[in-house]
């Protein structure tokens, strides 16, 4: 994951592009601010049968080198986010031959092993350029798999206008890498329809990690990790989301 971005730096940014948008009620902020920052819940063996789908994408070798997550949304695809594939030493962009999917990840076990056979990026991402609203919106990647996994049920991806007033995100952290760790109830504290500002943490390892909507028994990703953002302020993360037109196009 990138540094840590500053409050003073990402703050008027989502605001800047929430205008127009959505952003909670001021009654529904003050009463979930405080229980944001605790409900990372570290999920056991059992748990992580449900979410197969999810895994570590490891960058310059199995296992070795950078890693953050990513999510099967087709038996070929995976999404993540695009700033996990310049993990390389001078930050150099991964070739599709040195990234891995490992589906499942669990302690040195895994429900699949799959190597990309292409990376595809949004056009709008520039690596290395400081943070704005397009950069933040556009850094997202699918990565085409080599094999595709026909054993583990994709997860799907919406682009609702709209998304919260809460979700749910699922990934691999840099203090527990071996095993998922989920936020549920993290608060939506403004949003554009490329990006939202989260009120819950991230740990380094985040990145990429599915942003999960539910509706009944149903879950959607509606957008990736991006960013942490330090300091005192009501947002702590940043979640870019892919649009329609960047989907129908991978």
């Known amino acids: 994951m990138r540094p840590p971005i500053r409050p003073r730096a990402v703050l008027p ?15 529904h902020a003050a009463g979930a601010r405080d229980r944001d920052r605790n409900r990372a819940e570290p999920l056991a063996e059992a748990q992580h049968r449900a979410w197969r789908a999810i895994g570590r994408v490891n960058v310059a070798g199995f296992d070795t080198g950078g ?10 695809r995976v999404l993540t986010a695009a700033h996990c594939l310049y993990a390389l030493r ?9 990234v891995h999917f490992l589906a499942g990840w669990y302690k040195g076990t895994y429900a699949a092993h799959r190597t990309a056979s292409a990376i595809l990026s949004n ?10 609203s397009r950069s933040l919106r556009a850094d997202v990647a699918i990565l085409v798999l080599e094999v595709p ?22 990934g691999y952290r840099r203090d527990r890498l071996n095993a998922l760790t989920r936020v549920a109830d993290c608060r939506v504290v403004v949003q554009s329809p490329g990006m939202a500002g989260l009120g819950c943490p991230v740990v380094q390892g985040t990145s990429g990690a599915p942003v999960l909507q539910r509706e009944g028994s149903r879950w959607s990703v509606v957008g990736v990790v991006s960013a942490s953002v330090s300091g005192a302020g009501e947002i702590h993360s940043v979640a870019a989301r892919p649009s329609a037109t960047f989907l129908a196009g991978r």
Do not use: E, N, R
Request: aromatic share 4%; charged share 10%.
């Open 13 to 27: 940014l989502l605001l800047a592009v929430a205008l127009g948008a959505a952003a909670l009620p001021a009654a």
């Open 149 to 170: 996994i026909t054993d583990i049920p994709p997860l799907q991806v919406a682009t609702p206008d709209l998304v919260g007033p809460s979700v749910t995100v699922i």
């Open 123 to 132: 056009p709008g991402f520039h690596p290395g350029k400081k943070p704005d």
């Open 67 to 76: 890693f953050c997550t990513g999510t099967l949304i087709a038996p070929d």
């Open 90 to 98: 001078g930050g150099t962009k991964a070739q599709p031959g040195q």
